[in-house]
């Protein structure tokens, strides 16, 4: 079996180690980017099963009870205040403090924000108590009222919270971590006009043609936007159901998310990887998961059974023995399922047994 990114990520403990047996079964030692040297490289299927087991089994670490955390370290609690900014070119700055007066005043003379040493500002327009002493609690509400803000005036002229990074592109990843990305483009499309004389099934064949598109151009952040619009387009449909809405999100169509993995089957040949086939795409796959639990496997095995992909006659043995994991007794995810299940109908009557 290959070793790929899903291999590693299902074999990690919580905090991202591994043990030393795990890095013998890889057949490494931990020196510096031994994770990238290894990619690409095969072990045996018993060495990776074994490698998939021992996930967290060398962590130490205990879940404990995270209690309230003064702002910035201070000894005794105080409180917290939101506030937001307006700042010249139509832009805007979220942001929190103990004291608003003196954290405007380092606004204005350049020592407050990266993005506010970019865009002078210009007025204070809101300012709150968050009623909390504590920072978690508040710097989530900051990054509620940033996302707001961005769905409202738009990601390119919004900073703040956890997105204050002044370089679009990181501020984007760092939106799509979190899944703030898919709310922000979801609240702004109903606001953009599109067209849907086109049937329905057009419309899914379109969203299907952009994407691979997307998937093989590299996935440039100019289509990205193309790809969430032919998704929400869907939407507009008398034929759309509240049930396929995990379809428009960032998990679903991303380059590393569900719909490569399954276009891979469909159109017999890996779709957003570098892997060397089908075969190689569904092993990875299968890999997806933390602590044992790999709840996208039902999904991933039907499409494959419904696409039934060429392989090798060795391949094709390891396939029937991945086949019996659809007979182990394992939480699935499925609210993917009604949405594959029209966007690739070839799937539909698997997904329905």
């Known amino acids: 079996m290959l070793i790929t ?73 105080r409180d917290i205040y939101l506030y937001v900014l307006e700042l010249e070119e139509g832009r805007f700055y979220v942001g929190l403090s103990d004291d608003l007066d003196r954290r405007w005043e380092e606004h204005k003379s350049g020592a407050g924000a990266e993005w506010t040493k970019r865009y002078r500002p210009l007025r204070r327009i809101f300012t709150i108590n968050t009623g909390t002493q504590d920072t978690r609690s508040a710097e989530a509400m900051e990054d509620e009222a940033t996302i707001a803000l961005m769905s409202e005036h738009g990601i390119e002229r919004v900073r703040g919270g956890h997105y204050c990074q002044s370089d679009q592109v990181n501020t984007e990843t760092a939106l799509r971590a979190t899944g703030a990305w898919d709310r922000i483009k979801q609240a702004q499309a109903p606001k953009i006009a599109r067209n849907v004389d086109a049937s329905w099934s057009d419309a899914l064949d379109e969203f299907l043609n952009i994407a691979v598109q997307y998937y093989d151009a590299g996935a440039p952040g100019d289509l990205r936007d193309s790809v969430f ?59 997806r998961g933390r602590g044992g639990n790999h709840p996208l496997r039902r999904l991933f095995l039907l499409a494959w059974k419904a696409y039934q992909p060429p392989t090798t006659d060795r391949q094709a043995a390891t396939v ?27 799937t539909r009557n698997l997904l329905r047994e």
């Not at 890095?23 to 990776?48: C, F, M, P, R, Y």
Request: hydrophobic share 40%; net charge negative; proline share 5%.
């Open 5 to 77: 990114e899903e291999l590693l990520v299902a074999g990690a403990s919580a905090g991202g180690g591994y043990t030393r047996r795990q890095l013998e079964l890889l057949g490494v030692k931990q020196v510096a980017g031994w994770k990238k040297a290894v990619i690409g490289t095969e072990i045996s299927d018993e060495a990776a099963q074994e490698f998939r087991d021992l996930a967290g089994s060398g962590s130490k670490k205990e879940k404990l009870g995270a209690g309230p955390v003064n702002w910035c370290g201070a000894a005794t609690p």
């Open 229 to 287: 619009g032919a998704a929400y387009r869907l939407t507009r449909y008398r034929f759309w159901r509240d049930e396929f809405a995990p379809g428009l999100a960032w998990d679903f169509w991303s380059p590393k998310g569900v719909l490569p993995v399954l276009l891979s089957f469909k159109y017999q040949r890996p779709v957003s990887s570098g892997l060397p086939s089908s075969y190689d795409v569904l092993a990875a796959a299968l890999n």
């Open 320 to 346: 029937e023995r991945f086949m019996g994991y659809l007979d182990e007794d394992e939480k699935c995810d499925r609210r993917y399922d009604d949405f594959v299940s029209v966007l690739l109908p070839e």
